[in-house]
């Protein structure tokens, strides 16, 4: 897990709930539309993966469990944890990519409803994402992985001084990258490689040689368009569009995706998928529903995204009309830690994964509502463009006070 250099440890605050009339005059606790939706407060759940749904992705007695406990506290708002839009085997998250998910969210929702006494709104959040494998065995990714081009013959032969290496056989290429030195083989794998070997290989919205990553845009409006409406099916009040961290719609907003189909570039192209989805689901579940978003105020990462970009897609966002923007920061690949041979990449290992989710071991600004200067901006940006969506923010908020204070600031 990354580390701040010289981290210091705050201490969580002391709180006690407000009083019944405390609670009254706050803004916490005052009602909220969204969109035609009237939310009894403005505390809100975001999404967390629990890890608890079946390996083929169906609802568990755990995930119920887990959900009516939190909605036994009646927050104005809960999100479902981020549940796939394909009918991929994709481990134990929720997924809502066929019809015979619904039962099961139903039955979510219903719970939720019954431990609320129907005072909570609840969202599912719904993502794709893009093939992540294992880390694999040194051995085992240059005797089957890598795949050898002419391009490795020719800079071994560079490498090692020897031009035989143009004509060599690939076996014996294999067999001599597998015990090569690191100086070598940094060499002779290009970037991509390198981190397939290190961390295992994954795809990126950039790929666009795989034929299944170049149709994304073709594809991905269509998917989310039915996922929101099985969402709506299965009762849910509003969806919310995971367009942030490590996944494939926060790929095409990335100031990294540098697709040349239109589709990436300048952030007018970035943004592009991202609303040519939103507009599908918008015509599939009609204008009475509630369909948000999530997405980065910065990517945290070199080359990323920052608050300049996040303005832009906030304003975008809200004048193609999503009912809210819920900012969240971080979260990418690009910084993640090397994981252990046999497992996968996680991206809330490196800063940007502390920023996404910050713990009491930080610098001296702080865990505590860190996020908050980022997601103002957002909001002062959205409002002068003449907006009202609502915004959520999260991160390292703790007590009624905060958030209180965080509301009357605006
Ligand atoms: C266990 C766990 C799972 C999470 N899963 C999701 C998720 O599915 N989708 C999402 O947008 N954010 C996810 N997050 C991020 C949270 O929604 C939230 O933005 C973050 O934890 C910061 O808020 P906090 O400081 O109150 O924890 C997750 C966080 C945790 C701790």
Same mark, same amino acid.
């Given at each position: 897990m990354?580390?701040?250099p010289?981290?210091i440890?705050h201490? /969580?605050?002391?709180?006690?709930?407000?009083?019944?009339q405390?609670?009254?005059?706050s803004?916490l606790?005052?009602?909220?539309?969204?969109g035609? *939706?009237n939310?009894?407060n403005?505390?809100?759940?975001?999404?967390?993966?629990?890890?608890?749904?079946?390996? $083929?992705?169906?609802v568990?007695?755990?995930?119920?469990?887990?959900?009516?406990?939190?909605?036994?506290?009646?927050?104005?708002?809960?999100?479902?944890?981020?549940?796939?839009v394909?009918?991929i085997?994709?481990?134990?998250?929720?997924r /809502?990519?066929? $019809?015979?998910?619904?039962?099961?969210?139903?039955?979510?929702?219903?719970?939720?409803?019954?431990?609320?006494s129907?005072?909570?709104?609840?969202?599912?959040?719904? /993502?794709?994402?893009?093939?992540v494998k294992?880390?694999?065995?040194?051995?085992?990714?240059?005797?089957?992985?890598?795949?050898i081009?002419?391009? &490795?013959?020719?800079?071994l032969?560079?490498s090692?001084g020897?031009?035989?290496?143009?004509?060599?056989a690939?076996?014996?290429?294999?067999?001599f990258?597998r015990?090569?030195p690191e100086?070598v083989?940094?060499e002779?794998?290009?970037?991509?490689?390198?981190?397939?070997?290190?961390f295992g290989y994954?795809e990126?919205?950039?790929?666009?040689? *795989?034929?299944?990553v170049?149709?994304?845009p073709r594809?991905?409006?269509?998917?989310?368009? $039915?996922?929101?409406?099985r969402?709506?099916?299965?009762g849910?009040?509003?969806?919310?569009? &995971?367009y942030a &961290?490590?996944?494939?719609?926060?790929?095409?907003l990335?100031?990294?995706?540098?697709?040349?189909?239109g589709?990436?570039?300048?952030?007018? &192209?970035?943004v592009?998928?991202p609303?040519?989805v939103?507009?599908a689901?918008?015509?599939?579940?009609?204008?009475?529903?509630?369909?948000g978003?999530?997405?980065?105020?910065?990517?945290?990462?070199?080359?990323?995204?920052?608050?300049?970009?996040? /303005?832009?897609f906030?304003?975008?966002?809200?004048?193609a009309?999503?009912?809210?923007?819920s900012?969240?920061?971080?979260?990418?690949?690009?910084?993640?830690?090397q994981?252990?041979?046999g497992?996968?990449?996680y991206?809330?290992?490196?800063?940007?994964?502390?920023?996404c989710?910050?713990t009491?071991?930080?610098?001296?600004?702080?865990?505590?509502?860190?996020?908050?200067?980022?997601?103002?901006?957002?909001k002062?940006?959205?409002?002068i463009?003449?907006?009202?969506?609502?915004?959520v923010?999260?991160?390292?908020?703790?007590t009624?006070?905060?958030?209180?204070?965080?509301?009357?600031?605006?």
């Amino acid at each position: 897990m990354w580390k701040f250099p010289k981290p210091i440890r705050h201490t /969580i605050p002391t709180t006690r709930w407000p009083s019944a009339q405390t609670a009254a005059k706050s803004v916490l606790f005052q009602p909220l539309k969204i969109g035609s *939706l009237n939310v009894e407060n403005r505390t809100w759940v975001p999404a967390m993966v629990p890890w608890r749904a079946t390996e $083929d992705g169906f609802v568990t007695q755990a995930n119920l469990d887990w959900y009516r406990r939190f909605a036994m506290g009646r927050p104005g708002v809960l999100v479902v944890e981020a549940t796939g839009v394909r009918d991929i085997p994709s481990g134990p998250l929720l997924r /809502i990519g066929h $019809d015979r998910f619904i039962p099961g969210l139903r039955q979510l929702v219903n719970t939720v409803r019954e431990a609320s006494s129907g005072k909570t709104r609840v969202f599912i959040q719904i /993502i794709d994402f893009l093939a992540v494998k294992r880390r694999p065995e040194k051995d085992k990714y240059f005797e089957r992985f890598l795949k050898i081009k002419q391009r &490795h013959r020719e800079l071994l032969a560079e490498s090692t001084g020897d031009l035989i290496w143009r004509y060599a056989a690939e076996e014996t290429v294999r067999e001599f990258l597998r015990s090569a030195p690191e100086t070598v083989v940094e060499e002779v794998l290009d970037k991509r490689e390198l981190e397939a070997l290190r961390f295992g290989y994954r795809e990126s919205v950039t790929d666009l040689h *795989l034929p299944h990553v170049q149709e994304l845009p073709r594809v991905l409006p269509a998917i989310f368009a $039915d996922a929101a409406g099985r969402a709506r099916e299965a009762g849910f009040d509003g969806v919310e569009l &995971h367009y942030a &961290h490590a996944y494939t719609m926060a790929g095409f907003l990335s100031a990294l995706n540098n697709r040349k189909d239109g589709y990436g570039g300048v952030r007018e &192209h970035r943004v592009r998928l991202p609303l040519e989805v939103y507009q599908a689901v918008r015509e599939h579940v009609g204008d009475d529903y509630v369909v948000g978003v999530r997405f980065l105020g910065d990517e945290v990462i070199e080359g990323g995204s920052r608050l300049d970009d996040a /303005i832009y897609f906030g304003v975008e966002f809200a004048r193609a009309g999503f009912d809210f923007l819920s900012i969240s920061k971080g979260g990418k690949f690009e910084d993640a830690q090397q994981p252990k041979v046999g497992q996968a990449v996680y991206p809330y290992t490196g800063q940007s994964g502390y920023e996404c989710m910050p713990t009491v071991l930080s610098d001296e600004t702080g865990p505590f509502g860190r996020s908050v200067p980022l997601v103002a901006a957002i909001k002062r940006a959205v409002n002068i463009a003449g907006f009202q969506t609502p915004v959520v923010v999260t991160g390292g908020l703790t007590t009624f006070e905060q958030a209180e204070q965080i509301l009357q600031n605006g």
